[in-house]
């Protein structure tokens, strides 16, 4: 890092073509040679305004903190201005935002919670740290090229058993070291389950949140409940080590929020079923060994665990994300499957997909909920750094008008989030899935919704800015682009409003009138 001293007065003497200096937050860059590669034209950097001068305020109205600390720029910077210290910093792996409703009111200095305890907040940090070391790097890159998430980064989530604890409490936790022994497997809990999804969701790269092994997350609970001691020995280590990756195939071009109407195939031949059909938009399909699959068979439905063979074939689908989420379409080709393979009863596969949807829904409510507080905090900075009509952005009523009513609907969110929370930690799974079924469909629903109209909100805020894949509105578009998934993905949200009043209605009380 350069030492050397300058003064205002030092930078002022250099502002002419061949020879530019700028200061940006304390620090001096010689810009000499850089001018000419400037992405924005060399003319900008020559404005009254910025050459020669401290030209914090107009580069943070152009660009991302995340820039100046890119190594070919970083090697730009000669000194500092005598007698300032630098001030605009990035948040250290672990640390809190202190941006308003950057974070919920249980991470928030001077606020309370009786949801969270202090091995919460431990696992919290300690969490934190992990992904914005280890994932974070990777989530840009992924989100970006489109590529699987690397064996490298899944090796290291394996080492603090990140699939098993994404899968909730349970006795798949038993003899596992999670989160290097910060948390014991009895005491992990829902709360720390919730801390984790929404901690997934801070990067601003929705497809990496699925890419990041979500098809186990969805596709290993019918094995774990549902699953054989011998079932569960042979597939389910093999996956929580990260060594094998597997997928929920329920969904299809004929059955998507309609799972009854799957028309998948399978028919019994001796000690095997043969397997026909297609799934459509199945999340990590591309790089899947195994497929928790829903067949239709002459006795009702049938999950039954299938192993990728030459009868199985798998080619992306291109949707409005990035292709790292490995998002497939998947033909059975009179795939042969162990009779072995069976997951639970013959005719019961609806009751056991259905039963599964609850913490697939939960959890996707958990990383929308994550990702809409992001948006909150990129918009609090950007109106606080934007200037326009001379004045900071958020100086125009209707911008203020738009933060409050984003702020009202990710703090409701959170608050519903850490009530069916609660409900999850107190109830057995049973009763999850005879009580729960309606109000988490409905808080689904919610924090969906929510989250599209934050999307627009943040769009208006942003300007071209928020629909520009790169730079200071990257993030804005990413969600703009991508929170239709969580109105879409586990049911949509119609479809689960319908079911949230339907179940509300089945538990009237026969005796009520007004």
């Not at 091995?119 to 590529?147: D, I, S, Y």
Request: charged content about 20%; aromatic content about 8%.
């Amino acid at each position: 890092m350069p030492s050397k001293e300058f003064t205002l007065d030092d930078i002022a003497q250099h502002n002419k073509e061949g020879d530019l200096w700028i200061v940006i937050d304390s620090k001096v860059y010689d810009l000499s040679r850089f001018a000419d590669l400037h992405p924005g034209g060399a003319g900008v950097l020559y404005a009254a305004g910025v050459a020669g001068k401290d030209a914090t305020q107009v580069f943070f109205g152009l660009h991302r903190l995340e820039v100046l600390q890119r190594p070919q720029y970083a090697r730009l910077q000669i000194g500092a201005i005598r007698g300032q210290t630098q001030t605009i910093k990035p948040l250290g792996p672990g640390e809190l935002s202190l941006v308003p409703y950057a974070e919920p009111t249980w991470l928030t200095p001077g606020y309370f919670s009786p949801y969270y305890s202090d091995n919460h907040r431990k696992f919290h940090k300690a969490m934190r740290t992990f992904l914005m070391e280890v994932v974070q790097p990777e989530a840009v890159r992924c989100e970006e090229n489109g590529k699987r998430i690397s064996q490298e980064v899944v090796d290291k989530l394996s080492e603090i058993n990140f699939l098993a604890m994404r899968l909730g409490p349970g006795k798949h936790l038993k003899g596992l070291t999670l989160m290097v022994g910060i948390v014991k497997p009895e005491e992990y809990d829902y709360f720390h389950e919730l801390i984790l999804n929404t901690e997934i969701a801070r990067f601003g790269t929705r497809a990496f949140v699925d890419g990041l092994l979500n098809g186990g997350v969805i596709s290993l609970p019918p094995i774990l409940n549902f699953g054989t001691p011998e079932q569960q020995a042979k597939f389910i280590p093999d996956i929580l080590a990260g060594k094998k990756y597997i997928s929920l195939a329920v969904s299809e071009a004929f059955a998507g929020s309609d799972v009854s109407g799957a028309q998948t195939v399978a028919v019994r031949d001796g000690d095997e079923w043969i397997v026909t059909g297609t799934k459509k938009w199945i999340t990590n399909g591309t790089f899947s060994d195994y497929f928790t699959t829903l067949c239709k068979t002459d006795a009702g439905f049938v999950v039954l665990l299938i192993e990728r063979s030459d009868a199985v074939s798998t080619k992306p689908v291109k949707t409005s994300y990035s292709s790292t989420a490995g998002t497939a379409y998947i033909t059975f080709d009179k795939a042969r499957v162990p009779v072995a393979n069976t997951l639970g009863q013959v005719g019961k596969g609806m009751s056991i997909v259905l039963s599964n949807f609850n913490h697939e829904r939960w959890m996707v409510t958990a990383t929308s909920l994550g990702a809409q507080r992001l948006v909150v905090e990129e918009c609090l900075k950007w109106t606080n750094q934007r200037i326009a009509f001379g004045k900071p952005l958020h100086a125009q009523a209707v911008v203020r008008a738009k933060l409050a009513s984003m702020i009202s609907r990710v703090e409701a969110c959170q608050a519903w989030v850490e009530n069916i929370t609660y409900q999850m930690n107190n109830m057995s799974y049973h009763d999850q899935s005879d009580k729960l079924a309606g109000p988490i469909a409905l808080l689904k629903q919610f924090v969906s919704k929510a989250g599209r109209e934050t999307a627009e909100d943040a769009t208006q805020i942003f300007g071209g800015r928020g629909i520009t894949v790169t730079g200071m509105g990257k993030v804005i578009e990413n969600y703009h682009r991508t929170s239709p998934f969580d109105a879409i993905l586990a049911g949509a949200e119609d479809v689960l409003g319908d079911l949230g009043v339907r179940q509300a209605i089945r538990r009237m009380p026969k005796n009520a009138r007004l």
